[in-house]
């Protein structure tokens, strides 16, 4: 066995290949036998298109069991894994195939005419298609080909997967991961949140991030067992599952919406044996609420696109609201002075740098951003700024870069800026995030006009966004003012804007 991390996991596979892996919304199941073929398909295609060890995939494709299948074809051809937000426009995927060069891009049937211009002028050899129901390109070439596929060995440190996170300059990030950083905090996260034999989990992430497929996906395949595969939360279908489940991930709106349904009471919780949330701060009362509501205590954890994750509240022991717990096994934490990178004093607040076998090896090709990301030893600077307490708790204070985690999405507001700036009649805009009772945190353009541009209001705004960026980047509400506030050096103070509007959304 190499250290591929398809090999990894597959040693933990049930011996009976029948037993389910994944069974959708629809009732339709697919078993372990199923992933071992049709990934196996997958990753003979790709290697007859041309793809060897270390080059890239790009998917842009809805969530569905054959997309979780590419993924693991990839690992198994040596592939690195490039998934992209199915939210993101042309001019976005055309950055991210420039930039990462793949030799298959692969898009939804929907899409595929739109975007085989922008592949070609990015030089991707081919372009495959994939649907929710699992047809396509990639399926009808897949068909009839030898399943028996030997995964491509690996060494721990070969490259499995490319992130792409977004950077305050506005350019895109790609997020270097390698099969150690996959299978550690795989194997981690599988011990210390004691996955069991019998344990099914109810998948409602996306699985274009570290979240749905890193977090979710992986503790799957590396326990063995199966998961309830939705497309997307849906309180009802939520609630039908729940007694089959015994696992949930969600992000903290997940949590919030399930809080506002009458449904959810200790007997709907009661086959649950753990509901764990991440991607983006869990108010401490939505904690408290949830607690007093079903009798469980979500346990909150702490990672990044680079990182994987980082931190957790404990399986066994107290779940503080309002902490992220503590460092995971090999995973060591501390917090520094910004500006000195000198630790501070026990229960001082500083940046967070963390270091450990899940820490990315580097930005793609970006060998100076990457060398300003870490520190001497191997730290890596999250930017985000923090505190560890006496007890050894960690807790997250904000970030030191105005990153906006809205929905369990990381938006950077230079990018949203840029965007605006460029509308005819903007003087220059200022974008924030403010607390969200659904979001945790929406948004906000507080914008500058020219004299006599009044006609650019909100609707124009936000229409303009919408056909630059993502709809999750979009502003939730744009705010229209005659000065922006900044401080000596002329630094708009972000601060101050988070302040007054901090109430905009009840």
């Known amino acids: 066995m190499t250290d591929n991390f398809f090999d990894i996991a597959a040693a933990r596979f049930p011996a009976d290949a029948d037993a389910p892996f994944i069974e959708l919304e629809s009732g339709r199941r697919y078993s372990y036998r199923d992933l071992r073929e049709i990934s196996g398909r997958y990753a003979r295609l790709l290697t007859e298109l041309g793809v060897a060890k270390g080059d890239r995939v790009a998917v842009q494709v809805e969530k569905s069991a054959e997309a979780v299948f590419l993924y693991l074809a990839c690992l198994r051809a040596g592939a690195a894994y490039l998934p992209l937000n199915t939210a993101y426009t042309k001019a976005e995927v055309g950055y991210f195939l420039g930039d990462a060069e793949p030799k298959v891009f692969v898009c939804t049937p929907g899409n595929a005419a739109a975007l085989a211009g922008t592949a070609a002028a990015a030089g991707v050899g081919t372009v495959l298609t994939l649907g929710t129901d699992g047809g396509g390109s990639l399926a009808e070439r897949a068909v009839g080909l030898d399943a028996d596929f030997g995964t491509v060995a690996c060494g721990a440190d070969d490259l499995a997967a490319i992130l792409y996170t977004s950077g305050t300059t506005g350019r895109s990030k790609g ?93 709907a919780a009661a086959h649950m044996r753990l509901f764990i949330s991440g991607s983006a701060p869990l108010l401490a009362d939505t904690h408290r609420e949830f607690r007093e509501r079903t009798g469980h205590a979500i346990l909150e954890r702490y990672g990044m696109t680079e990182t994987g994750m980082l931190t957790s509240n404990p399986l066994d022991g107290e779940r503080i609201p309002g902490t992220v717990g503590f460092p995971l096994p090999e995973v060591s934490v501390r917090v520094v002075d910004e500006k000195t990178g000198e630790p501070v004093a026990d ?160």
Request: hydrophobic share 45%.
């Open 175 to 267: 997020a270097m991961m390698s099969h150690r950083n996959l299978s550690s905090n795989a194997a981690t996260l599988h011990r210390i949140w004691g996955f069991r034999p019998d344990d099914v989990l109810l998948h409602a992430l996306p699985i274009f991030h570290t979240h749905g497929l890193f977090v979710a996906t992986n503790c799957v395949l590396m326990n063995g067992t199966g998961m309830l595969f939705l497309s997307k939360f849906d309180a009802d279908a939520v609630f039908r599952l729940l007694p089959r489940a015994t696992v949930m991930m969600g992000v903290p709106t997940f949590y919030t919406r399930l809080l506002t349904d009458p449904r959810l009471t200790p007997e």
């Open 347 to 506: 229960g001082g607040i500083g940046v967070l740098e963390v270091k450990g076998p899940n820490v990315f090896s580097g930005y793609w090709r970006m060998p100076e951003k990457t060398a300003q990301e870490f520190r001497p030893g191997g730290w890596f600077i999250t930017g985000d700024v923090g505190r560890i307490d006496e007890r050894g708790y960690v807790h997250i204070i904000g970030r030191a870069k105005d990153l906006v985690i809205s929905g369990g999405f990381n938006v950077y507001p230079k990018e949203v800026e840029t965007a605006i700036d460029a509308i005819g009649g903007v003087v220059e805009s200022a974008v924030i995030g403010v607390p969200h009772p659904d979001f945790g945190e929406a948004v906000v353009a507080v914008v500058l006009r020219r004299s006599g541009a009044e006609a650019i209001d909100e609707a124009a705004v936000i229409g303009a966004c919408r056909e630059q960026l993502a709809n999750f980047k979009v502003p939730k509400a744009v705010a229209f003012v005659d000065e922006l506030p900044r401080n000596a050096m002329g630094k708009v103070q972000k601060n101050l804007l988070r302040e007054t509007y901090k109430g905009l959304f009840g």
